[in-house]
Structure formats: structure tokens, C-alpha cells
């Protein structure tokens, strides 16, 4: 199995951006919707808000997942760090969620004084809680209706990690 490398994305990246959130399999677990525009991608890529990393994760350099990472820009917040993830429907269960999240963890732990990282996830996407577990996270609650979905008003768990405390 080829290694997954994580960088920051480049402009370059914008079209296998845009056409991995356009799987069906991805605008259903994301707040995405149907047929997103290159702009959008073009935008992030090029555009990125105070704060913010974008990050690609690459297997035989093919871009086939990306995290967003956002810093709260509020002085009372500035702690608190919040993304987003899509991994390329044929890729999933090879690692690069977890090779993405490991980046962005270490990103926060060790480089941006950020001590919690918030998230939300449909409380369907059992693989995508498994992993935020498995680098932390703890369901703090649930949001009833929070999204709609295939018609659908669907669930989600609000989820959280600390730093974890010095050795």
C-alpha cells in the first residue's frame, strides 16, 4: 500500500478538490451539496481566511482527501480550533482520514497554543466517529435536526478534544 503524504494545498488542487466533493458519498456526510462549483475550490485554495489551514492528504501524488483547520479569530476563543474532513470515496479505510487528522492534531498540539478542537458529525457516520475517537474526541451532545439531508432532517454529535497534558 502506497504511503499517504499530507501538505498544504496548492492551487493546483483545486479541481480534484472540487471533484472529490462532488461523490455523492461525500456531500452526504458534509454539509456539501450537489455539483459544487471550481470556484469554491479555486477560492479556499487561494483565499485562505486568518487563521485557517488547508490541508491535502496524497496517495502516489494524487490528492484523495483534504482538512480544513480554522482558528477561532475571537480573542475569548482563540484556544479553539474547529474543521472540516472529506476523504475520496475510493479511498476511504486507507488511512487518509487518519494521516490527516494526525497532521492537523500535531499542527494543534505543538504549533498553534490550540488546547480544543471542535467538530460535528451526522450521528450515522459510524467510520467518521471511530476515528475522531481514536485521535480524542468525546461526544459532548447531540444536535437534533441539524442538517438536511436526501429531504431528511438528520442528527449530529457535537464532539471535542483537549490537548492532552504534558508528560
Given at each position: ?6 501538505r498544504h494545498a496548492e492551487i493546483n488542487d483545486a479541481q480534484a478538490l472540487q471533484q472529490i466533493y462532488a461523490q455523492p458519498a461525500l ?141
Amino acid at each position: 500500500m502506497s504511503e499517504v503524504v499530507v501538505r498544504h494545498a496548492e492551487i493546483n488542487d483545486a479541481q480534484a478538490l472540487q471533484q472529490i466533493y462532488a461523490q455523492p458519498a461525500l456531500y452526504r456526510d458534509t454539509l456539501h451539496i450537489p455539483h459544487p462549483a471550481l470556484a469554491l475550490f479555486t477560492e479556499r485554495v487561494t483565499e485562505l481566511k486568518p487563521g485557517s489551514r488547508n490541508l491535502v492528504a496524497c496517495i502516489d501524488e494524487k490528492v484523495v482527501g483534504q482538512l480544513m483547520l480554522t482558528v477561532e479569530q475571537n480573542p475569548r476563543r482563540s484556544h479553539v480550533a474547529t474543521f472540516g474532513i472529506g476523504v475520496d470515496s475510493n479511498y476511504q479505510g486507507r488511512g487518509v482520514a487518519t494521516a490527516l487528522l494526525a497532521a492537523m492534531t500535531d499542527l494543534c498540539d505543538n504549533w498553534l497554543r490550540i488546547e480544543r478542537i471542535e467538530l460535528t458529525v451526522f450521528v450515522d457516520n459510524k467510520p467518521g466517529v471511530a476515528v475522531y475517537r481514536k485521535f480524542g474526541f468525546e461526544i459532548e451532545g447531540t444536535g437534533k435536526n441539524y442538517a438536511l439531508r436526501d429531504g431528511q432532517y438528520v442528527d449530529a454529535y457535537f464532539m471535542a478534544r483537549f490537548k492532552p497534558a504534558a508528560k
